[in-house]
């Protein structure tokens, strides 16, 4: 091994080359490149590399090519993909068969060393001890995880917002990420040392929320037995980040539009004025517009806090997300339980299939308790609520050839040999109405069947 290890990076577009082959050579790896597979397979022949970073799409042989050819003859070096939007899909595929990571293209250079830095180590001990590589890590700019284009414009979005000032409005629903991606915009190398400052708007009283917004004197109301800082204070410099602040009354609403304007805010007790510097990111899970029609929220408080509106998909519409992710977070719960899980391919078309109300969060509990309560080497759709069951069996039985129709009805035979018979049980556990379930059984019996799939997780 040369310095840090040795990288073969393959790309046809030259300057990507370069620009990549410089920044690691400079990180102190000893770079090998190729513009194209046939070369890079003659090179990976000749001389064992450290990790492989290869583009996607190229003319002639690609770069799934080039990995099924790496994992069949080098199974314990690690690929690491850079693919443009289109390429998703196949990156995601990859990913599941053991790739070791992708980037979006550009990448982010920080995380692409890291991840580097994490193969060639992995490498390495699987050299000195033989076992198998462990899978692939799925962490993507500070622990955010997201290859979809959607997330791609998000962070897209996050990059160009980070160095200004403006006050942002994070919306989604909740469970998206939001407070992650709050996070995230402080995260720009000048302002990392500074403060950030969170405060949940819904979790604090309503008599409380002013002392812990602006701070009080001693003595200014009985139980203020001590001075207090506000979290504007706290937040000098720095941000401060208000989630949930739809729930804020009426009354605070307006104390925070004259600190928005006037930049000062006075303790309560006091009326010395203190200056205050501060970047404002809220965040919000209810349609802050449709609060403001309704009379819920002060029509110019909304305009000033939402001069940057970041939104969150929902993870049923970056459903594509749902592998990488499920596979983070199962790595990172077997590390804490110190237990060693796969996932099985019907887990995922069944996470796939679901519509994810608690979106991210929801995924990730799931996981978690599956891992705790497992006792095998995989985790199989039993392990999961039984709305997963039922999901996975679908899936698995339109990919077989069987009609929709034919998977319903055998959906509906199934849970209700699982309820023995009782209609109410067997209604609930297909997320379907009572009187939804008697028509598709009176359907069996002659006129036809209509779909239910559309109902199952959706109700
Ligand atoms: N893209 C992501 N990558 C990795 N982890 C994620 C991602 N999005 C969300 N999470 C995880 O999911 C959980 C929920 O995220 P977060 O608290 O940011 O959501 P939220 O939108 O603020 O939710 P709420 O509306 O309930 O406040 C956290 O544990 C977070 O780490
Ligand atoms: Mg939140």
Same mark, same amino acid.
Request: charged share 30%.
């Given at each position: 091994?040369?310095?840090?290890?040795?990288? +073969? =990076?393959?790309?046809?577009?030259?300057?990507?080359?370069?620009?990549?082959? *410089?920044?690691?050579?400079?990180?102190?790896?000893?770079?090998?490149?190729?513009?194209?597979?046939?070369?890079?397979?003659?090179?990976?022949?000749?001389?064992?590399?450290?990790?492989? =970073?290869?583009?996607?799409?190229?003319?002639?042989?690609?770069? @799934?090519?080039?990995?099924?050819?790496?994992?069949?003859?080098?199974?314990?070096?690690?690929?690491?993909?850079?693919?443009? !939007?289109?390429?998703?899909?196949?990156?995601?595929? *990859?990913?599941?068969?053991?790739?070791?990571? !992708?980037? @979006?293209?550009?990448?982010?250079?920080?995380?692409?060393?890291?991840?580097?830095?994490?193969?060639?180590?992995?490498?390495?001990?699987?050299?000195?001890?033989?076992?198998?590589?462990?899978?692939?890590?799925?962490? !993507?700019?500070?622990? =955010?995880?997201?290859?979809?284009?959607?997330?791609?414009?998000?962070?897209?979005?996050?990059?160009?917002?980070?160095?200004?000032?403006?006050?942002?409005? $994070?919306?989604?629903?909740?469970?998206?990420?939001?407070?992650? =991606?709050?996070?995230?915009?402080?995260?720009?190398?000048?302002?990392?040392?500074?403060?950030?400052?969170?405060?949940?708007?819904?979790? %604090?009283?309503?008599?409380?929320?002013?002392?812990?917004? /602006?701070?009080?004197?001693?003595?200014?109301?009985?139980?203020?037995?001590?001075?207090?800082?506000?979290?504007?204070?706290?937040? *000098?410099?720095?941000?401060?980040?208000?989630?949930?602040?739809?729930?804020?009354?009426?009354? @605070?609403?307006?104390?925070?539009?004259?600190?928005?304007?006037?930049?000062?805010?006075?303790?309560?007790?006091?009326?010395? #004025? %203190?200056?205050?510097?501060?970047? +404002?990111?809220?965040?919000?899970?209810?349609?802050?517009?449709?609060?403001?029609?309704?009379?819920?929220?002060?029509?110019?408080?909304?305009?000033?806090?939402? $001069?940057?509106?970041?939104?969150?998909?929902?993870?049923?519409?970056?459903?594509?997300? &749902?592998?990488?992710?499920?596979?983070?977070?199962?790595?990172?719960?077997?590390?804490?339980?110190?237990?060693?899980?796969?996932? +099985?391919?019907?887990?995922?078309?069944? /996470?796939?299939? !679901?519509?994810?109300?608690?979106?991210?969060?929801?995924?990730?509990? &799931?996981?978690?308790?599956?891992?705790?309560?497992?006792?095998?080497?995989?985790?199989?759709?039993?392990?999961?609520?039984?709305?997963?069951?039922?999901?996975?069996?679908?899936?698995?039985?339109?990919?077989?050839?069987?009609?929709?129709?034919?998977?319903?009805?055998?959906?509906?035979?199934?849970?209700?040999?699982?309820?023995?018979?009782?209609?109410?049980?067997?209604?609930? @556990?297909?997320?379907?109405?009572? #009187?939804?379930?008697?028509?598709?059984?009176?359907?069996?019996?002659? $006129?036809?069947?209509?779909?239910?799939?559309?109902?199952?997780?959706?109700?």
């Amino acid at each position: 091994m040369n310095g840090k290890g040795d990288i +073969l =990076i393959v790309d046809d577009e030259p300057n990507a080359l370069t620009v990549l082959s *410089a920044i690691l050579s400079e990180e102190g790896y000893s770079v090998l490149r190729s513009g194209d597979v046939d070369t890079a397979t003659e090179m990976i022949y000749t001389r064992p590399v450290d990790a492989v =970073i290869t583009d996607i799409k190229m003319p002639g042989k690609d770069g @799934m090519y080039f990995f099924d050819y790496v994992t069949k003859n080098h199974p314990d070096v690690p690929v690491i993909f850079l693919t443009a !939007y289109g390429t998703v899909e196949s990156a995601v595929a *990859a990913m599941t068969r053991g790739a070791f990571h !992708y980037f @979006m293209k550009p990448p982010d250079y920080p995380s692409l060393k890291s991840v580097l830095a994490r193969a060639v180590k992995q490498r390495v001990a699987n050299r000195d001890d033989g076992s198998p590589a462990e899978g692939f890590c799925g962490e !993507y700019q500070s622990h =955010i995880i997201g290859s979809t284009p959607e997330m791609g414009r998000l962070f897209e979005t996050v990059e160009a917002v980070k160095t200004s000032q403006s006050n942002v409005l $994070v919306c989604g629903e909740t469970g998206t990420g939001k407070e992650l =991606i709050a996070r995230a915009l402080l995260d720009d190398g000048k302002t990392k040392n500074r403060p950030f400052v969170a405060v949940n708007c819904a979790a %604090i009283p309503k008599e409380l929320i002013e002392v812990e917004l /602006f701070g009080c004197e001693k003595g200014a109301f009985t139980g203020a037995v001590s001075r207090r800082t506000g979290k504007f204070e706290e937040a *000098a410099n720095g941000v401060i980040f208000l989630d949930e602040i739809s729930e804020l009354d009426i009354s @605070m609403q307006a104390k925070l539009l004259r600190v928005l304007q006037e930049r000062e805010i006075e303790r309560i007790g006091s009326n010395k #004025k %203190i200056r205050v510097e501060f970047r +404002l990111i809220s965040a919000t899970n209810r349609d802050l517009a449709e609060e403001v029609k309704k009379g819920r929220f002060r029509e110019d408080l909304y305009y000033r806090i939402n $001069v940057v509106e970041i939104k969150v998909p929902p993870l049923r519409e970056r459903k594509d997300d &749902i592998p990488l992710l499920a596979a983070a977070f199962l790595e990172e719960c077997c590390k804490r339980e110190k237990k060693k899980i796969n996932l +099985l391919h019907e887990v995922i078309h069944a /996470f796939q299939a !679901y519509h994810w109300p608690g979106n991210v969060r929801q995924l990730k509990n &799931i996981i978690e308790r599956a891992v705790v309560l497992s006792k095998n080497e995989s985790l199989t759709l039993a392990d999961l609520p039984g709305e997963f069951c039922l999901l996975g069996e679908t899936t698995k039985r339109v990919s077989d050839g069987k009609t929709l129709k034919e998977v319903e009805l055998q959906a509906i035979r199934d849970a209700l040999q699982t309820c023995k018979g009782n209609k109410s049980k067997t209604a609930k @556990m297909l997320k379907i109405s009572r #009187k939804a379930l008697y028509k598709r059984l009176n359907d069996e019996q002659g $006129v036809g069947a209509s779909g239910i799939s559309a109902d199952i997780g959706n109700a």
